[in-house]
C-alpha cells in the first residue's frame, strides 16, 4: 500500500472579499502569525488547500474560491430563535457575552461545534445567525508560500495526536480563513440545531 505524503505549507495572507465593487480586507495574516497546515487532513477549504499544495517557497498567489466551494450560499433558514435560557449562568443571562454582534460558540445535539453570531435579544428569545460570516462570499486570496515541503512523519503523528486530544480542534486555530471556523469544517449540520451554548 501506498504511503501518502503530507505537505508542510505555510503561507501567509490577505483575504478579500467584493462588496460591490469595492475590495474588503476581511482577514490577514502576518509574518509573525502566518497560516500553518498539514495537507490532507481536512485542514483547511479543500479549494484553498488544492491552489496551493504544489506550489514551492517563495511562489506568490492569487486566486478566487466562488462561494459554494468556500462556505456555502447564505441560507435565511439558518437564522434561528434559541430559547433565552440557554445562555443564563447561575440562573441569571449572560450579558458578558451574549449581547449584539458577539460570535459565541454553540454545540448541536449530535455534538458538532459551531459559531453563531447573534442577531437580536428578545424577551425570551436571542436570534442567532448560524452562517458562516463568509458565507455567501467568493475569497479571493493574496499571499506568499514562506515554507513548503513534505511534512516529517513526527509532524503527522503530532498532528493526529492533536486531532484526537482536541476533537479536531475546533477552537484552537488563530484566524486564518484557509480554516473552516465554523466548527471542523462540519457544515450543514446546523439544522434542527438542538443548540448549547459552552
Same mark, same amino acid.
Given at each position: 500500500?501506498?504511503?501518502?505524503?503530507?505537505?508542510?505549507?505555510?503561507?501567509?495572507?490577505?483575504?478579500?472579499?467584493?462588496?460591490?465593487?469595492?475590495?474588503?480586507?476581511?482577514?490577514?495574516?502576518?509574518?509573525?502569525?502566518?497560516?500553518?497546515?498539514?495537507?490532507?487532513?481536512?485542514?483547511?477549504?479543500?479549494?484553498?488547500?488544492?491552489?496551493?499544495?504544489?506550489?514551492?517557497?517563495?511562489?506568490?498567489?492569487?486566486?478566487?474560491?466562488?462561494?459554494?466551494?468556500?462556505?456555502?450560499?447564505?441560507?435565511?433558514?439558518?437564522?434561528? +430563535? =434559541?430559547?433565552?435560557?440557554?445562555?443564563?449562568?447561575?440562573?441569571?443571562?449572560?450579558? @458578558? /457575552?451574549?449581547? %449584539? !454582534?458577539?460570535?459565541?460558540?454553540?454545540?448541536?445535539?449530535?455534538?458538532?461545534?459551531?459559531?453563531?453570531?447573534?442577531?437580536?435579544?428578545?424577551?425570551?428569545?436571542?436570534?442567532?445567525?448560524?452562517?458562516?460570516?463568509?458565507?455567501?462570499? +467568493? =475569497?479571493?486570496?493574496?499571499?506568499?508560500?514562506?515554507?513548503?515541503?513534505?511534512?516529517? @512523519? /513526527?509532524?503527522? %503523528? !503530532?498532528?493526529?495526536?492533536?486531532?484526537?486530544?482536541?476533537?479536531?480542534?475546533?477552537?484552537?486555530?488563530?484566524?486564518?480563513?484557509?480554516?473552516?471556523?465554523?466548527?471542523?469544517?462540519?457544515?450543514?449540520?446546523?439544522?434542527?440545531?438542538?443548540?448549547?451554548?459552552?
Amino acid at each position: 500500500m501506498e504511503k501518502t505524503t503530507h505537505r508542510y505549507i505555510v503561507a501567509n495572507y490577505k483575504l478579500y472579499t467584493d462588496n460591490q465593487g469595492e475590495a474588503v480586507l476581511e482577514e490577514a495574516t502576518s509574518e509573525e502569525k502566518p497560516f500553518a497546515f498539514l495537507t490532507g487532513f481536512g485542514m483547511t477549504i479543500e479549494a484553498f488547500e488544492e491552489a496551493v499544495k504544489d506550489l514551492n517557497t517563495g511562489d506568490e498567489f492569487d486566486f478566487v474560491i466562488e462561494c459554494d466551494k468556500a462556505y456555502g450560499t447564505y441560507e435565511a433558514e439558518r437564522v434561528v +430563535d =434559541l430559547d433565552k435560557g440557554i445562555f443564563s449562568v447561575n440562573n441569571h443571562f449572560d450579558h @458578558d /457575552n451574549i449581547f %449584539e !454582534g458577539a460570535v459565541i460558540p454553540l454545540e448541536n445535539e449530535d455534538g458538532n461545534r459551531f459559531l453563531g453570531r447573534v442577531v437580536s435579544i428578545g424577551d425570551d428569545k436571542v436570534t442567532v445567525d448560524l452562517n458562516h460570516p463568509l458565507a455567501g462570499k +467568493d =475569497l479571493n486570496f493574496k499571499g506568499t508560500i514562506i515554507e513548503a515541503r513534505e511534512a516529517t @512523519d /513526527n509532524e503527522v %503523528e !503530532g498532528f493526529i495526536k492533536h486531532i484526537e486530544n482536541h476533537h479536531c480542534g475546533c477552537g484552537d486555530c488563530e484566524g486564518g480563513c484557509g480554516h473552516d471556523h465554523d466548527g471542523c469544517g462540519h457544515h450543514g449540520h446546523h439544522e434542527g440545531c438542538g443548540c448549547h451554548h459552552h
